[in-house]
């Protein structure tokens, strides 16, 4: 009897002592990547896919709310980009943890492989934390290695480096998908990829193309080009690429012939080793993205609502949190400490942990004591987006006959003079700000953004022709009366990645259009013909 009970009490004991081990929360079963201190470089930051990492809790109310919708956003991506997660209150995983900067859970941090192996970007991701936000995030992450060619570029691609196999999206879309994006960095060095839309002609022609999309690949030499019959999958595009990868070796293979009449230029055979090939294709396009990478992750440091936390709120998260490191919370003390959480951090999304010397701190934390003077963190402005008050100045901009694409942003009727706008339209008209101040920095082209108070007299008729509902809250409509066309940005959330990508899909002609009632757009005066000429009488 007596062994008997010490038996039992020494298994108690091992069980007791095994249970201080924190349990992850997701099953080696899920899509979800399991990471720890150790294995990040191998699987993350050496990796040539794009990642996003959550850095997490096993107690954490809030990460367990995002459990449905990063393994949703995990499946979805598989063979993609990788959707992984680190166990912060795992001991050994700690101090990497705190090494990331990690303040509160759940955090997210999307990781981009750059020039530098083992030395990826990472950035903060501050999307919206549902499945279809993680997944437009991390596809917009993947690193593009595909070339935009037309009717003109096509025979100077061509003719360029012919050493390497060349491979042909022919496409519909006019922006690169994230299949071939991945194939290209897998194949990186040993088939240059490209895509041209179904509106080149000449080489829609030159290939025979009838249907999207479609495949060709150009295996070199005098070799004829090849068409690929078989499903758009991953791994059976991978396996039928492979067979045609140029290998990666010093020898330089036989030009392929060139699709055009184009009189032939004599060059020299100038062997080059395969990282001399590698940087000529691949550095014009990296450092392209580094840049916009750069810009990116300045512009999201200087958003406004990174000065207010309540303003981060996410639509399926609960308040905040606060919790004390030395005692583990039940899900009762979670809720009763979340009550004694300063009333400032009472709307914030992630649970903010009250020590910052611990592993898990952050060198700048948000968790302060009550009696701690609050910090004024005054965000970089952006030069606001120009309002259009008179009917006859919208009228001539954006709803006359010949006039383009236009973005407007339509405010809501305010009640009262001393009443204000709702917090939307501040996130709305901020995000707009950034996007066009960013596409100024770039030098690039983009359709003018206007505001549109509710004193404007088009407003209403906007509202009614179009059927915008609601006059208490901002919608955003982008209009082209020369073709007839209107466009309704329906997503709740206003902040900048949800509207960069709606401007996005309007500026590569996608999604969804409405047909624009004649009614709203203003018919061209006839101009008076002048009267003829005569001569002497």
């Not at 004599?266 to 550095?283: G, L, S």
Request: negative net charge; aromatic residues 6%.
């Amino acid at each position: 009897m007596y062994l008997k009970y010490l038996f039992t009490t020494s298994l108690t004991s091992l069980l007791l002592l095994g249970s201080t081990k924190a349990d992850g929360l997701y099953p080696k079963s899920s899509s979800v990547l399991q990471v720890d201190g150790k294995n990040y470089d191998k699987l993350i930051a050496k990796s040539a896919q794009a990642s996003i990492l959550e850095f997490y809790a096993p107690w954490c109310g809030h990460c367990q709310n995002l459990k449905p919708a990063y393994e949703k956003a995990a499946k979805s991506l598989n063979g993609l980009a990788q959707v992984a997660a680190i166990n912060c209150d795992e001991e050994s995983n700690k101090a990497f943890c705190g090494g990331m900067g990690v303040q509160g859970f759940p955090t997210l941090k999307i990781i981009k492989p750059s020039k530098t192996p083992g030395k990826p970007a990472v950035e903060d991701y501050q999307g919206p934390r549902t499945a279809s936000g993680i997944i437009d995030a991390l596809k917009a992450a993947i690193p593009n290695h595909v070339k935009r060619i037309s009717d003109k570029s096509l025979n100077n691609w061509f003719e360029t480096s012919n050493d390497t196999t060349k491979a042909i999206l022919f496409s519909e879309k006019g922006t690169t998908g994230a299949l071939i994006k991945v194939l290209s960095a897998e194949f990186l060095g040993s088939i240059k990829f490209a895509q041209i839309r179904n509106k080149e002609t000449v080489a829609v022609e030159t290939f025979g193309v009838s249907e999207y999309p479609s495949l060709v690949v150009l295996p070199g030499g005098s070799q004829e080009p090849v068409k690929y019959d078989g499903a758009f999958s991953k791994s059976a595009m991978k396996e039928f690429l492979a067979q045609y990868a140029s290998p990666k070796s010093d020898s330089t293979p036989p030009k392929q012939k060139p699709l055009t009449e184009k009189p032939k230029k004599k060059k020299e055979n100038v062997k080059a080793k395969p990282e001399e090939t590698k940087t000529e294709e691949v550095e014009p396009e990296e450092l392209k993205i580094e840049a916009v990478k750069l810009e990116e992750v300045k512009l999201d440091e200087a958003r406004p609502d990174e000065a207010k936390p309540e303003e981060t709120q996410a639509e399926e998260t609960q308040p905040t949190d606060t919790v004390s490191k030395q005692a583990k919370p039940t899900s009762d003390s979670s809720s009763h400490a979340s009550a004694e959480a300063p009333e400032a951090f009472a709307d914030a999304t992630t649970i903010i942990l009250d020590d910052p010397s611990k592993p898990t701190g952050s060198p700048d934390p948000i968790a302060t004591p009550k009696d701690a003077p609050k910090l004024l963190v005054i965000p970089e402005a952006f030069p606001p987006i120009p309002a259009l008050v008179e009917e006859n100045i919208l009228q001539k901009k954006c709803l006359g006959a010949k006039t383009t694409t236009c973005v407007l942003a339509l405010l809501p009727t305010v009640e009262g003079e001393g009443s204000s706008l709702p917090e939307t339209v501040d996130d709305a008209l901020a995000s707009l700000a950034e996007l066009a101040d960013k596409h100024v920095q770039r030098g690039s082209k983009l359709f003018p953004f206007y505001t549109i108070p509710a004193r404007n007299t088009a407003v209403a008729a906007l509202r009614n022709a179009l059927n915008l509902g609601n006059e208490k809250e901002i919608h955003l409509i982008a209009v082209n009366s020369r073709r007839g066309w209107w466009r309704h940005y329906k997503n709740g959330d206003f902040k900048f990645h949800s509207i960069e990508t709606w401007v996005d899909n309007i500026r590569f002609g996608e999604g969804e259009k409405g047909k624009l009632p004649d009614e709203l757009i203003l018919e061209e005066e006839e101009k008076p013909q002048a009267p003829p000429e005569h001569g002497e009488l």
